[in-house]
Nanobody, 123 residues
Framework: QVQLVESGGGLVQPGGSLRLSCAVS????????AGWYRQAPGKQREPVAT???????NYADSVKGRFTISRDNAKNTVYLQMNSLKPEDTAVYYC?????????????????WGQGTLVTVSS
């Protein structure tokens, strides 16, 4: 079993910063691409930022220049640094990772989601 556990969410004032962490644990061979997604009340889940195994990043237009995704492969952890937060950033943030694991006699690629962490931007 592979698990993703997010942390770092909370209440912050507009203009403030938060750093989300996503720790990947369990039995797996490697982590390929990973990303952060968010779902605001009444809206569909949307991608925020992604990072490949080689470190190439991609961001939603709404967060470019404010958010930074990174990864520490030694710690099996993915981060999302969020600066200059706005009320419209309020959402549950989910971590996603594509992992290669050994199962049933072969390597398998599996996408795993975390349980989500709430970010609320409000004065």
């Amino acid at each position: 079993q592979v698990q993703l556990v997010e942390s770092g969410g909370g209440l912050v004032q507009p203009g403030g910063s938060l750093r989300l962490s996503c720790a990947v644990s369990g039995m797996f061979f490697s982590i390929n691409a990973a990303g952060w997604y968010r779902q605001a009340p009444g809206k569909q889940r949307e991608p925020v930022a992604t990072i490949t195994s080689g470190g190439t990043t991609n961001y939603a237009d709404s967060v470019k220049g404010r958010f930074t995704i990174s990864r520490d492969n030694a710690k099996n952890t993915v981060y999302l640094q969020m600066n200059s937060l706005k009320p419209e950033d309020t959402a549950v943030y989910y971590c996603n990772a594509g992992v290669v694991m050994w199962a049933s006699g072969s390597y398998k690629y599996v996408e795993v989601w975390g349980q989500g962490t709430l970010v609320t931007v409000s004065s």
